[in-house]
């Protein structure tokens, strides 16, 4: 079974975390690359996810091996004749050996020559193709611009005037951008960008009576993924809340953050100074694309990934890793944004996720008792999400009336 690396144009294949895999997509075939993103994971999905995993894996790995079978049983599809792209992480987290599980499932159920592609944390997710490099700068602008278009939209969603403008606008500027990455990304997402403000700015909004500003943030997947949690964003926003969402950008800020501070701890400099370049180049274009749509947002941009961190510092050691260290500091660095509540989203039994559940009360101490809500999912179909929820957005309001209104009146 192939694995890692490929030369060439060739048919790939992108799970559908989130619409960063459209954006992704089409800078793949930008470069000349023949890439499709797999439809969006539903209970089929699911089903055979559950069936033929081992029963101990979380939730995003039922969903992405689900995906995968399902399309390699297609009557026509060629499976030696497409790659599907499944990034993996080290350390302890299970993450790194799902496409381990993966290329053993496939073999069982049928296709040993079937390819899987799986760019790692450890490289700041090295690409493929003829120019590798380019790759990885485009599909970072991909990111880049989506998170930027999803954050517009869940600013504007709650306040529109005709029901579905919003999700009708998010739709048009995903277009826009899949076709700015096809023609060849850089200077075309800057005035795709562009484009897209002039759309969000012709929206019809009543925005007198500010909602609580609720953070949802966790694990990486669950946090951007529909279907795995249950549509929270849109749920929160139908029991009266706005919603501030974790980025994916964020995690590969987060991602070379650590590369550097492991490289100084462990003496690796060559791998610091690649983090280093990478991260500066992140942050440069990052700029590019915020700057044509900028004056769309009200809440003010995450502040750096170490400068989030060291409000997590006094509590709970970095060094330890994991999607927890980010969702912490993340957390207390966005609280004086105006967050009325958190919601901590982990799939059943997450290591990571189950850290901060269990941090989470110290945590609160530090932001004024916020209200604070865990949830995980299993996949089974949750049955009390809309009764805890609903509890907690009470609190939330009461919180916004008595802690976040008189401290935006001092500010
Ligand atoms: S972060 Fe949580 S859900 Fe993701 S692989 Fe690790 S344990 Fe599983």
Redesign the pocket.
């Known amino acids: 079974m192939a694995t890692a690396s490929v030369s060439g144009p060739t048919k790939v294949l992108i799970p559908r975390m989130s619409d960063h895999a459209l954006v992704v997509a089409g800078v793949m075939r930008g470069t000349g690359i023949d890439a499709r993103v797999l439809p969006t994971p539903d209970d089929e999905s699911m089903a055979i996810g559950r069936s033929l995993c081992r029963g101990r ?5 039922f969903l992405c091996t689900g995906d995968i079978l399902k399309k390699c049983r297609e009557p026509d599809f060629d499976v030696e004749d497409h790659l599907f792209f499944m990034p993996r ?1 080290p350390g302890p ?3 790194g050996q ?1 496409s381990v599980l993966q290329k053993q499932i496939l073999a069982e159920e049928g296709f040993p020559n079937a390819n899987l592609f799986s760019p790692t944390t450890e490289d700041s997710y090295a690409l493929f193709g003829d120019d590798p490099l380019t790759l990885r700068k485009r599909a970072w602008q991909a990111i880049v611009t989506t998170d930027l278009i999803t954050k517009a939209t869940n600013e504007h969603r709650p306040y529109e005037m005709v029901p579905g403008s919003a999700d009708d606008t998010h739709r048009m500027c995903i277009d826009r951008l899949v076709e700015a990455a096809e023609q060849g990304a850089g200077p075309h997402f800057v005035e795709a960008m562009a484009w897209c403000a002039r759309r969000f700015e012709s929206l019809d909004v009543e925005r007198s009576k500010p909602r609580p500003l609720i953070l949802v943030i966790g ?4 946090m951007l993924n529909e279907t795995a949690n249950l549509r929270i964003v849109r749920a929160v926003e139908a029991t009266g809340g706005e919603v501030l969402q974790g980025t994916f950008m964020d995690w590969l800020h987060f991602v070379d953050w650590r590369r550097i501070d492991l490289g100084l701890r462990f003496r690796d400099y060559a791998d610091v100074i690649k983090a280093t370049l990478s991260d500066h180049y992140q942050r440069r274009w990052q700029k590019k694309l915020l700057r044509p749509i900028r004056s769309l947002f009200r809440h003010p941009p995450d502040s750096s990934v170490p400068d989030a961190v060291r409000h997590l510092v006094p509590y709970y050691e970095p060094v330890l890793g ?2 927890a260290v980010l969702t912490m500091a993340r957390t207390l660095a966005t609280y004086h944004h105006g967050l009325a509540g958190v919601i901590n989203v ?2 059943f ?5 189950t850290i901060v559940a269990a941090m989470a009360p110290k945590l609160r101490q530090q932001m004024d008792g916020i209200p604070w809500l865990d949830l995980s999912f299993d996949g089974q179909g949750e049955t009390n999400v809309n009764t805890r929820l609903e509890a907690f957005m009470h609190q939330a309001l009461q919180f916004q009336r008595r802690v976040v209104e008189p401290a935006l009146q001092r500010a």
């Open positions: 894996e979380c939730l995003p790995c992480g987290c299970r993450f799902y694990e990486i997947y669950l994991t999607e982990l799939p039994s997450c290591m990571p996720g």
